[in-house]
């Protein structure tokens, strides 16, 4: 219990450290470090989103990169994702696509990502999950494996129900 209080305490207080100190070895400022309210238990964006290339994506983004279950989890909890985001954001000093990036990875798969971090701490070079797996060729090739196992299942289960597999 007291392990659990001084750890949430620890976790609570990156909120009053300054945006340049918090997980980044340089002194660029972020343009959209979220902010903690200790009163409401939540994160907030301290500047609206940005237009551009440093702009977030949205739902199917979160698909292409990550697969159904970040997407899924985007969807029915939003604003449990998007306080996500925000701590990740807080707590590495990154922009918010590249912690998008990050928590998708996260949802998709926890002990991969983690796995990941682990690598880029001992020196692995760092993977951008907010870019990955968006070239159109990625995203052509796996829609069309998708249709082919959406095709193969919807066909099995119509088989099934018409008797065709039973004696």
């Not at 007291?2 to 945006?19: D, G, H, N, R, V």
């Not at 798969?109 to 070079?125: I, R, S, T, V």
């Amino acid at each position: 219990m007291m392990i659990c209080l001084l750890i949430t305490k620890l976790e609570s207080s990156i909120a009053f450290t300054t945006p340049k100190t918090i997980g980044r070895s340089s002194n660029i400022p972020l343009k959209m470090a979220p902010k903690f309210d200790p009163l409401e238990q939540r994160w907030y964006p301290t500047e609206p989103e940005v237009e551009g290339a440093d702009a977030s994506y949205g739902p199917l983004g979160s698909l292409i990169r990550a697969g159904p279950k970040a997407f899924f989890m985007r969807v029915i909890t939003p604003d449990q994702y998007d306080q996500a985001v925000l701590k990740y954001m807080a707590k590495e000093g990154c922009e918010r696509q590249e912690a998008q990036g990050n928590m998708d990875a996260f949802f998709e798969n926890p002990n991969d990502w983690q796995y990941q971090k682990l690598q880029e701490k001992k020196g692995a070079p760092k993977f951008d999950y907010g870019t990955a797996n968006t070239s159109p060729k990625q995203v052509t090739l796996s829609a069309i494996w998708a249709g082919i196992v959406i095709l193969f299942f919807s066909t099995f289960i119509q088989d099934v129900l018409a008797g065709k597999y039973s004696r």
